[in-house]
């Protein structure tokens, strides 16, 4: 039982440690921050901005009221909610859509920023040819490594 476990843990350690996996982990967290920046562009700035094309309401407060709470008077004037409200919070579903579709929309670009930076050094990396390994025999005219100082094929004595 012993080794199936050490086996397990060791499997378990080889996985962790693998660039994936941290990738992945470090993707995340990433991702976490970049959301709390684009939800705060979002609330803070074009929801306002929004919100003032349509006459200044705050737009992610916006609801439908299906039905109203329930409240319960007693005869010393206190009041006690028997059943909530109930609504449809529709400005705060238009935010989360907003959100989506910037965070999309940000994605992208860094995408297409990425792929077009690694096409450009794609593109330097097949421009720049390796250095020659070979050479002609001006006698014979065959080829033959750089290092030579004699053509294997018509021996002559080649000039350095």
Same mark, same amino acid.
């Given at each position: 039982?012993?080794?199936? $476990?050490?086996?397990?843990?060791?499997?378990?350690?080889?996985?962790?440690?693998?660039?994936?996996?941290?990738?992945?982990?470090?993707?995340?967290?990433?991702?976490?921050?970049?959301?709390?920046?684009?939800?705060?562009?979002?609330?803070?700035?074009?929801?306002?901005?929004?919100?003032?094309?349509?006459?200044?309401?705050?737009?992610?407060?916006?609801?439908? !009221?299906? $039905? /109203?709470?329930?409240?319960?008077?007693?005869?010393?004037? !206190?009041?006690?909610?028997?059943?909530?409200?109930?609504?449809?919070?529709?400005?705060?579903?238009?935010?989360?859509?907003? &959100?989506?579709?910037?965070?999309?929309?940000?994605?992208?670009?860094?995408?297409?920023?990425? &792929? !077009?930076?690694?096409?450009?050094?794609?593109?330097?990396?097949?421009?720049?040819?390796?250095? +020659?390994?070979?050479?002609?025999? +001006?006698?014979?005219?065959?080829?033959?490594?750089? /290092?030579?100082?004699?053509?294997? &094929?018509?021996?002559?004595?080649?000039?350095?």
């Amino acid at each position: 039982m012993a080794k199936k $476990k050490n086996g397990f843990i060791s499997e378990f350690k080889q996985f962790i440690m693998r660039g994936n996996v941290i990738d992945l982990a470090v993707g995340v967290i990433i991702g976490a921050a970049f959301q709390a920046i684009v939800n705060s562009l979002v609330k803070d700035i074009i929801t306002p901005c929004i919100g003032a094309l349509f006459g200044n309401m705050d737009f992610s407060e916006l609801v439908v !009221t299906l $039905k /109203e709470a329930v409240v319960d008077v007693a005869a010393d004037g !206190t009041e006690t909610i028997i059943s909530e409200a109930v609504v449809l919070r529709y400005g705060a579903f238009i935010t989360a859509i907003i &959100n989506f579709l910037l965070m999309a929309i940000v994605i992208f670009i860094i995408i297409k920023v990425i &792929n !077009t930076v690694s096409e450009k050094l794609k593109k330097e990396e097949e421009v720049v040819e390796a250095a +020659p390994t070979t050479k002609m025999c +001006p006698f014979c005219k065959t080829e033959i490594a750089l /290092e030579a100082t004699r053509c294997p &094929n018509c021996t002559s004595e080649l000039e350095e």
